[in-house]
């Protein structure tokens, strides 16, 4: 067992007659995740508002150099009948009056000060300062003493002898806490947690409520208990209200009683719900069990209960995933002419008429990282059920609600750069954590990098655990340093398959010729920021995986955010002709698959295992056999009625049949 660690300082800096609110306990750093990390103030009489009151977070790294990194404005917020107010994460049991995200302390050298003052008084990185000081604690985990902070509120006479308070190690389980003796003479002592309890054990003693629940994940149509249960009988009839509603979640989806009664001398109530089974394709959806109006003798032990409800009414693609493609039920909606400014230009002049039309600061928007979210639920939905996105790499579907919001990452899916932002220079920029939606944008240029962080063209949902995995390799041979998924699947002993590839390679393809200062070369260069590889690589999965309707689909809904669209989905030849290939050759758009020809000649079988006949041909005839995505797989001259085996794989596929200035297109189905 842990010894309790005793700090005491000699000589009395601050007495609780001196000011209103002082910081009571600060637990700092938690096992695990951190995310059970509190700050406790004391006031000097109970119920006192906080109004005017700021708290403020002091970072002593080197690099943080004293100033803010959070504030907390107690504006509405009042301590209890203890004189007690709690400011931690929902995780932190009791459960807080003042809720914050988790994670958010650091371990030190730092402190944490509470001002007369407002928030806005302290906007990130101001530097520490004694004036409207209230009361102040410095701190660490088993770190040195930071001197110079010491030495800024050494000035406030009050702290003359103001020493730095070491809760613990990395992973403690302590918390600091502030002692006044009968001579008002204050100390610090490291030791078990006491959240809304005051430190000596004095005080009214609060009786907890605990809210539990069977399980966390309910489908429509089923029922569950709520249970309420409190640390010691009631001593009269407990009445309080129970909300459910989050968002789009509300009374319409639910039926049961949210009026609890535990009754005198007893510990517990229930209620029991049942969810409505509507028809509406509402996605998944959470509620929040909490508390409304519990009275103020009474603790909240835990609050805000999340429970999913799983919505039967999803619906499916008229595509498939890319595990098993479809080619052709989506169409491109590229704007008439998009890319016939590019005819007739060859190297140098294709690449620029090319980024000229995927970087038009007057016609592309440039949308915020956060925003990009919002897009990714969209573009990378799972075309077999509409409550999940598909998963780039380990090829599956996962629920969207299970995005990534902390530092756990396993089971959750996050947003992964094709492109790594480490290999292409570009991070997060001022604004990038707002969601402001499609009609809120910034112009944005070639030559601005910056949005590449955000370019939904270049952004997958992708699993947590795999995306931390890929890192910033380059692509190809793992053992040449490259990455090209067959690494073992997180969670999963089986890699999936590989139809991630292409979509990959045109989408990095894509960066390079959107933002200046990027290149795919060959190799796994390390020659500093802007430089990706393999090229060779990127190039041979272009060719064996060819883009589907899920990819197609995706390019038209980034289309509807950002105004410019993947050319190397819309046109996969030009692949060839920037890098592959048909290097130097003059491009000419090839042939619409919405081009259709009403004439009379016939092609059957149709469906076919391989072998087709051509029937009412009177001329010499140029067939040329097109894949779904546009790439040329056959062709011959012929001039009567003709058959051939194709040898070609399954799928959907284009003829298009030239004779003079007359053109025939028919689809194909190989099976």
């Known amino acids: 067992m842990k010894r309790p660690l005793l700090f005491f300082i000699s000589i009395c800096f601050f007495q609780l007659s001196y000011s209103q609110v002082v910081i009571n306990e600060l637990d700092c750093d938690t096992p695990g995740v951190d995310n059970m990390e509190f700050l406790e103030l004391l006031s000097d009489t109970p119920n006192f508002p906080l109004d005017g009151y700021v708290v403020v977070f002091f970072n002593g790294s080197s690099s943080g150099m004293n100033s803010s990194y959070f504030t907390v404005d107690l504006d509405g917020y009042e301590t209890d009948v203890n004189g007690l ?50 009361d102040v604690l410095i701190y660490d985990t088993s770190d040195a003493d930071d001197l110079d902070m010491i030495a800024i509120f050494n000035q406030d006479p009050r702290f003359t002898n103001i020493q730095q308070i070491n809760e613990g190690s990395a992973n403690n389980t302590n918390s600091i806490q502030r002692f006044v003796d009968m001579d008002d003479n204050v100390t610090y002592s490291s030791t078990t947690p006491t959240p809304r309890q005051l430190n000596d054990g004095s005080g009214i003693v609060l009786n907890g409520i605990s809210i539990s629940i069977a399980q966390s994940q309910y489908n429509e149509d089923e029922s569950f208990d709520i249970t309420f249960t409190s640390e010691t009988p009631v001593t009269e009839n407990l009445n309080f209200n129970i909300l459910l509603d989050n968002n789009g979640f509300d009374t319409s989806d639910f039926t049961g009683n949210t009026a609890i009664t535990i009754p005198i001398n007893q510990t517990t109530a229930s209620t029991t719900i049942t969810l409505v089974d509507d028809t509406d394709d509402e996605g998944d959806e959470v509620t929040r069990v909490r508390f409304e109006n519990l009275p103020a003798t009474y603790l909240a032990l835990n609050n805000n209960l999340e429970i999913r409800i799983v919505d039967n009414d999803f619906t499916m693609a008229n595509f498939g995933t890319p595990l098993n493609p479809t080619f052709g039920n989506v169409t491109s909606t590229q704007p008439t002419g998009y890319y016939n400014s590019l005819d007739g230009l060859a190297d140098t002049a294709l690449r620029q008429a090319l980024q000229d039309i995927i970087a038009d600061p007057n016609v592309v928007r440039a949308q915020t990282y956060a925003d990009v979210l919002d897009i990714l639920v969209e573009a990378d939905q799972n075309p077999l059920n509409s409550n999940e996105v598909w998963l780039l790499y380990t090829e599956q579907g996962r629920p969207k609600l299970d995005l990534q919001t902390g530092s756990d990452n396993n089971g959750k899916w996050n947003r992964e750069h094709t492109y790594p932002r480490s290999r292409g220079g570009f991070n997060d920029i001022e604004d990038d954590e707002i969601a402001d939606g499609r009609d809120i944008f910034w112009t944005t240029k070639a030559d601005s990098l910056r949005h590449g962080n955000s370019d939904a063209h270049a952004l997958r949902a992708a699993d947590g655990p795999e995306n931390s995995l890929r890192n910033n390799k380059h692509y190809g041979d793992p053992l040449l340093g490259g990455y090209d998924g067959s ?29 200046n200062g990027l290149a795919v070369v060959n190799g796994y260069p390390e020659n500093g920021p802007g430089e990706l590889g393999d090229l060779a690589t990127l190039l041979d999965w272009h060719r064996n995986d060819p883009p589907d309707d899920f990819e197609m689909n995706r390019n038209n809904v980034v289309y509807t955010w950002q105004f410019n669209r993947n050319p190397f989905i819309d046109q996969p030849d030009l692949v060839e002709y920037i890098w592959g290939t048909n290097v130097g050759d003059v491009w000419d758009q090839p042939l619409s698959i919405s081009e259709v020809n009403t004439s009379k000649i016939l092609v059957f079988p149709n469906p076919t295992n391989g072998r087709v006949s051509f029937k009412g041909l009177d001329r010499e005839t140029k067939i040329d056999i097109y894949s779904a995505d546009g790439r040329r797989v056959k062709s011959i001259a012929i001039e009567t009625d003709f058959s051939i085996d194709l040898d070609l794989d399954s799928g959907l596929y284009f003829i298009r049949m030239l004779s003079g200035d007359k053109k025939t297109i028919r689809k194909l189905i190989v099976n």
């Open 85 to 134: 107010l709690l400011i931690g994460s929902n995780s932190v049991s009791p459960v807080p009056q003042l809720l914050i995200s988790e994670n958010v302390f650091q371990n030190g050298a730092d402190a944490v000060a509470i001002y007369q003052a407002d928030d806005i008084d302290f906007p990130e990185e101001t530097v520490a300062t004694i004036e409207n000081l209230v």
């Open 487 to 515: 690494e073992a699947t997180i969670g999963d002993p089986l890699r999936l398959g590989e139809s991630f590839r292409g979509d990959v390679a045109r989408s990095v393809l894509y960066m390079e010729i959107r933002y």
